[in-house]
């Protein structure tokens, strides 16, 4: 399905119910919600690192680093717009973006949040969705590393791409 038809299902979707939608929302660009929004992907990013020296607990490293990651996508949204209730709607979302070149992003860094073809299990949402769910409690030292390092480098490019994007840079 392309880029386009999937943000339409989305927006359909997001029309669909009153208080809680599941899909998309376009609504009234917003410099202070996408603020906000950053701010919870920097507290998940705090969390990340203070759990980074609880080896005992670093199962929940994954489900920290893909809300930080997801925070940080969702304060790219509401800066260009977009309420999404729906993580694949958010994921289409930042695709066109990038596609569109709005931001300064590439798909390998969506990439590593998302499943993707045979990027499925390697990727952060696989990795939260296997601690989370499974019985799981202790991750490999390599593995929870490789994770805290592209959860600091997609928040930080976020960050980077929201400043430009606020004329605060």
Not at 48 to 70: P, Q, R, T
Not at 122 to 138: A, H, N
Request: a positive charge; one cysteine or more.
């Amino acid at each position: 399905m392309s880029i386009k038809r999937k943000i339409e299902w989305c927006l359909k979707k997001g029309k669909t119910e009153k208080r809680k939608h599941k899909g998309l929302r376009m609504v009234k660009p917003s410099v202070s919600d996408s603020k906000k929004y950053l701010h919870k992907a920097e507290h998940n990013l705090k969390f990340l690192k203070k759990v980074m020296g609880l080896e005992e607990f670093n199962d929940w490293i994954f489900s920290a680093a893909f809300y930080a990651m997801y925070h940080a996508c969702l304060a790219i949204l509401s800066h260009f717009g977009y309420e999404s209730m729906n993580q694949e709607c958010t994921f289409t979302v930042m695709e066109q973006l990038i596609s569109e070149e709005k931001i300064s992003m590439d798909m390998d860094d969506l990439n590593s949040i998302r499943t993707i073809g045979e990027k499925a299990g390697g990727d952060t949402k696989s990795l939260r969705e296997e601690f989370q769910y499974g019985t799981k409690v202790k991750a490999e030292h390599e593995l929870v590393e490789i994770t805290a390092g592209k959860c600091e480098n997609f928040v930080k490019k976020a960050e980077g791409i929201l400043a430009l994007l606020w004329g605060e840079v």
